[in-house]
Every structure is written in structure tokens, then in C-alpha cells.
């Protein structure tokens, strides 16, 4: 076999592994879509209870296209699907990638991963709980008598998943600056002197995040400030730490090194000395014997 084949046929294995890993994926998200249709009608209600809460008595979301509350149902039970399958998708993930990984890099996958989904879980709650009621409040502010709100289940699927989806992201940010921190792509005192800077783009993104209107805006920006402050201490922590215990590693080595070296010398020195010790001993049967020659 040629190098060329012996090179492709790796290649092959890992093609073929990925393929089998994604299949794998692709059957636990439609496992979980089919068990999430059954509570379609209950999962589109919690996702729609912060605007149900806002709006008036008697007002009810509308659907304007005849096959539209069937999509937007099979929408919802998708991404109540791909939530459900989440464990599975990240150990197909971990399994794929973790054998051409180094030890000291597994050890920080798994805590990564799981920091990664307890961040992004907080801010959609964040977004649920604490964003969704005052801006829907904000919005239909503007009904009045001659002004009715009607909205359709397709807009607010679009709006709620888009929105959660954002807040989960922007949430991410102390873990992301606390990776490049100790990976040394920044430091602390980078981020504390374009502190005013990350605040207008916190404030321009904001703004073309979320919609056009200043409550939403100023209440991811104003999250995204603290969770900078935040990545600042974390990045002060880990990234420090780290790189002390990094460096007191690398002397510890040198010094096991250092010992090494000294045994493996020591031990020549005995082993040298004993030769010496024997060819002496040697030396002195041979005069020895050469003397008791002589007497005879």
C-alpha cells in the first residue's frame, strides 16, 4: 500500500465515524421532536405567557394563513426537540473529538460545555422572565380605541425565538473573555482600557439586536455591561492563576530534571568508583600472586 493510501484510508475512518455520529444526532432530535408534538399545545403556551399576561381580557393571538398554526407548531416542537436531544448531540460531540485532544485539554471541556449551557439557559430565562413582560408592555402600549394589537402565532414564534436565542448568546460573554484570557489573546488591563468602547458596542449591538424601541435595548445593554465587569474578574482569576501555575509547573519540572540528573551522576560516580574499587582489588591479587611466584 502507498503512502497516499495509507494517508486516505484515516481520512476515511474519521469520514465515516462523522457520518455516523451525525445520523446518530439526527435520530435523537426527531426521537425528540415526535415526543415534544404531543405537548405542542402546551409548550406554544408557555412560550406565549409572558404576552397572554400583558394583554387585555378578551384579546387572543391569531393565526392569518390556514396552515400557519400547524407550522408554527411543528417549529415548536423542532426546537423543544433539539433541546431535548442537547445531551446527546454534545456527547456524540465530546466522543468525536476528545481522542485527538491532549489530557490537559480534556480536563476543560467538559466544565466549558457545562458553563456554556448553564450561561446560555440563564440568559433566555433572563429574556423570559425579565425582558419578554416590559417589553411587551412597551409594545402594546401603543394600542388604543381605535388601535387594537393582534399578534399572529408566526411573528411572535419568529420574534420570542430570535430574541431568547440572542440573550442566551450575549450571556456567553464572561466565559468567552475568560477563554481568551488564559489562552492570551487579552488581558486585564486591555479590558479595562477599552472599557468605554465595549460599552458602545454593547450599545450598538443592542440596537440592532433586539427591536427598534429603547426598553429592550437598554436591558441588554445594561446585562451586558455587568457581564463584562464579570468577565474582567474572571479574566483576572483564571487568566493569572493559570499562568502562575504554569510557570511553577515548568519549575517543578526543571527541578525533577535538575534531581534526575543528579541521581543519574551520582549513580555514574558509584558505578565508577566501584570499577575503580575492583581494579584495585585486581591489581593487588596480581602483585599478589607475582610475589608468592617470587618466594617459590
Given at each position: 500500500?502507498?503512502?497516499h493510501?495509507?494517508d486516505?484510508?484515516?481520512?476515511e475512518?474519521?469520514?465515516g465515524e462523522?457520518?455516523?455520529r451525525?445520523?446518530?444526532?439526527f435520530v ?12 405542542k ?9 409572558p ?7 378578551g ?12 407550522f408554527?407548531y ?6 423543544a426537540g433539539i ?10 460531540f ?5 481522542p ?7 480536563k ?8 456554556s ?12 422572565f425579565?425582558?419578554?413582560?416590559y417589553?411587551f ?7 388604543s ?17 430570535k430574541m431568547?436565542?440572542?440573550?442566551g ?13 488564559r489562552?492570551?489573546m487579552?488581558?486585564?488591563?486591555f479590558?479595562k ?6 460599552i458602545?458596542?454593547f450599545f ?12 429592550t ?7 451586558l ?6 468577565s474582567?474578574?474572571g ?9 502562575d501555575?504554569d ?17 543519574d551522576?551520582?549513580?555514574a560516580?558509584?558505578e565508577k568508583?566501584a570499577e ?9 591479587d ?5 610475589d608468592n611466584?617470587?618466594?617459590?
Amino acid at each position: 500500500m502507498s503512502v497516499h493510501e495509507d494517508d486516505k484510508a484515516p481520512l476515511e475512518d474519521h469520514l465515516g465515524e462523522l457520518r455516523d455520529r451525525l445520523i446518530r444526532c439526527f435520530v435523537a432530535v426527531i426521537i425528540g421532536f415526535f415526543i415534544a408534538f404531543f405537548f405542542k399545545e402546551k409548550l406554544f403556551e408557555i412560550l406565549t405567557a409572558p404576552l397572554i399576561k400583558v394583554m387585555g381580557d378578551g384579546q387572543k393571538m391569531i393565526f392569518t394563513g390556514l396552515p400557519e398554526a400547524f407550522f408554527t407548531y411543528l417549529k415548536v416542537s423542532l426546537l423543544a426537540g433539539i433541546i431535548l436531544a442537547v445531551p446527546v448531540l454534545f456527547y456524540e460531540f465530546w466522543m468525536f473529538v476528545s481522542p485527538g485532544l491532549y489530557r490537559n485539554e480534556k480536563k476543560f471541556i467538559i466544565p466549558v460545555v457545562l458553563l456554556s449551557i448553564i450561561c446560555f439557559m440563564v440568559g433566555s430565562a433572563f429574556g423570559y422572565f425579565i425582558v419578554f413582560p416590559y417589553g411587551f408592555q412597551f409594545f402594546l402600549g401603543f394600542s388604543s380605541d381605535t388601535i387594537q394589537a393582534m399578534p399572529s402565532m408566526k411573528e411572535y414564534l419568529s420574534f420570542s425565538s430570535k430574541m431568547l436565542l440572542a440573550f442566551g448568546f450575549v450571556f456567553e460573554l464572561p466565559l468567552i473573555i475568560t477563554f481568551m484570557a488564559r489562552m492570551g489573546m487579552v488581558t486585564v488591563p486591555f479590558l479595562k482600557k477599552n472599557r468605554k468602547y465595549a460599552i458602545l458596542i454593547f450599545f450598538v449591538g443592542s440596537a440592532l439586536i433586539t427591536p427598534p424601541d429603547v426598553v429592550t435595548q437598554i436591558m441588554m445593554a445594561i446585562p451586558l455591561m455587568f457581564l463584562f465587569e464579570v468577565s474582567i474578574l474572571g479574566a483576572k482569576i483564571f487568566g493569572k492563576k493559570n499562568d502562575d501555575e504554569d510557570e511553577k509547573d515548568d519549575e517543578d519540572e526543571k527541578d525533577d530534571e535538575d534531581e534526575n540528573d543528579d541521581e543519574d551522576e551520582k549513580d555514574a560516580e558509584d558505578e565508577k568508583d566501584a570499577e575503580d574499587e575492583k581494579d584495585g582489588e585486581d591489581e593487588k591479587d596480581d602483585d599478589n600472586g607475582k610475589d608468592n611466584l617470587k618466594d617459590g
